[in-house]
């Protein structure tokens, strides 16, 4: 075995305070699984604008107490460095909510003793919370940053890190250069300290039950009791996550009665044991809910991913194998920028309405009929939160924000509520939710949106295909001449980002890009057409054509 990555293990070992990583790093020496050893100790779990995110194991390369550790002390001497963040205060002050995922608990305490040792003021949420509160305690509980353990809808054996900003920030996720300027205090502190010699201290505090009642008070809030609403048969799944005690009190709250649950589904579980990969959009994510919506003949279905900051929503539909259709994310987009951008001029207030540059531009046309401004950003909510005077903004990875003024991140429990409330108002006035997407594509056209994916070994990989079709991009399909765009030369209106972009006479429209968090080739397809039926025709052409220029 080579000596010098086996002096990597040995060392990484001896600081290592978790047991079971220890013997992860032991069986692999005692095995001489160099392979193993490589893929932990040869490369550094990146740093980036979506914090940390990795398979739970030993070694740099992996998630676990070392790494958190060292990525919490970095943080920490970033903030101290940058008083701006401080909101007024004589040091700053953290936040840190974790999820039910495997050893999140732990991170979280961990992260919390490294800040309360480096002489910053900590509030460690007292038990399992979504990512939006703890988006929502940045922005309105005045902290200078918040730190969310969770890897959101990823893989079981994942967990991650993710990272808000407050102050100049306005509560949102990190962006250039503060991500890397982070990454080089993480790496300062990983060269130049063990675990052991991290300054730690339990001298923080544990509590938040008050910004929890906060949050569920502002965003009740979002909706109101004065309009007629038919009763909804409803059923919600937190597919193992931390959604339901939010989403059940919020719709107390907010007088709406509480949705059923899917049973199996409801508690926290870090082993996710009914879903194989649990995100809402994966196929046989929603399994577990259609049977038990078919029981109890639900109107409505509701699913949060395990950190609650996505929402799917499906509907009953014969037309279907399960009985039930679920709405795109994109379809959802459209249905909830409506709806919060007629109750912004019901208010009387303007602003704007934005999504990804991946998303339906459907969107746009809701904007300019309501005399709204509207614009487009990367993919990611670090950057859709982040644009002025937003109403509403989403992603088509089923991520909404309906409250930016107090929660600058997606969403998924005010998303539920805003759909739930919208849908019981549609029953009593003999309409359904299918039947208001229809009415709102008559008016601001008929958009199909898809997606193909590829998951690959690495990023890397996902990388190499995008540059290699940019290095021969097509000039035709279809018989028609391809408009090409480069998007990591940037623009005047968005930032270089890895990914291309091809437009075609009629229309449509592809962007193809490596995933920021997962091994990944994404491409994003768009038809606009005269009638549902034939954009949905329209994207079925493109979707093989796309799947032949991959592959």
Known sequence: MNSELLAKALAWQEQDPDPVTRAEVQNLID??????????????????????????????????????????????NWLLAHPAYWEG???????????GRIN??????????????????????????????????????????????????????????????????????IIPP??????????????????????????????????????????????????????????????????WPAVSHLFEYAGLPRPAVVRS??????????????????????????????????????????????????????????GYRIFTGDELGLILGAEMGKLAAERGETGTLACSIVSSSALQGVALFMGLDFTQTLTGFKWISKVPNLIFGYEEALGYCVDPKHTPDK??????????????????????????????????????????????ENIDLAKATVAKLRQNPPTEMFGMAVEYTDLSLGSELLPPTDGLRFDLADGRRIIIRPSGTEPKLKCYLQVIGDSESHAKAGLEELTKEVKRLIS
């Open 411 to 456: 969403d998924g429990i005010s998303a539920a509520l805003v759909i739930a409330d919208l849908a019981a108002r549609l029953a009593a006035m003999g309409l359904t939710l299918e039947q208001h997407l229809v009415n709102l594509g008559e008016l601001f056209g008929h958009f199909a949106t898809g997606q193909v994916s590829v998951r690959l």
């Open 31 to 76: 095995t001489e699984d160099e392979a193993g050893l490589r893929a932990r100790f040869d490369y550094r779990l990146a740093f980036g604008t979506a914090g940390l995110r990795g398979e739970l194991g030993a070694g740099p390369n992996r998630m676990n107490r070392v790494l958190v550790a060292q990525a919490a002390a970095g943080i920490a």
């Open 104 to 173: 999140s608990d732990v991170f979280a305490r961990d992260s919390a003793a490294v800040f309360a040792g480096a002489g910053i003021d900590v509030l460690l949420f007292d038990g399992t919370v979504p990512t939006p509160l703890v988006a929502f305690s940045v922005k309105q509980g005045g902290f200078s940053a918040g730190i969310m353990v969770t890897a959101s809808h990823n893989p079981p054996r994942d967990n991650g890190y993710k990272v808000y900003l407050g102050g100049p920030n306005g509560g949102s996720q």
């Open 265 to 322: 589904q409801i508690e926290p579980d870090g082993t996710f044991p009914t879903v194989a990969f649990p995100n809402p959009e994966e196929p046989g994510a929603l399994d577990a809910s259609f049977e038990e919506a078919r029981l109890i003949k639900a109107q409505l279905i509701l699913a949060n991913d395990p950190d609650a900051d996505r929402l799917a929503v499906a509907v009953p539909n014969h037309n279907y194998t399960s």
């Open 178 to 243: 503060v991500d890397s300027e982070m990454a080089d205090q993480i790496e300062s502190v990983a060269t130049s300290k063990s675990f052991a010699t991290i300054p730690m201290s339990d001298q923080f505090k544990v509590g938040g039950s008050e910004l929890q009642e906060d949050y569920l008070r502002i965003t009740a809030g979002l909706i109101s009791n004065e309009r007629d609403r038919a009763p909804l048969s409803t059923i919600y799944t937190a597919m193992h996550g931390v959604g």
């Open 89 to 99: 205060k004589e040091k700053p002050a953290v936040v840190i909510g974790f999820d």
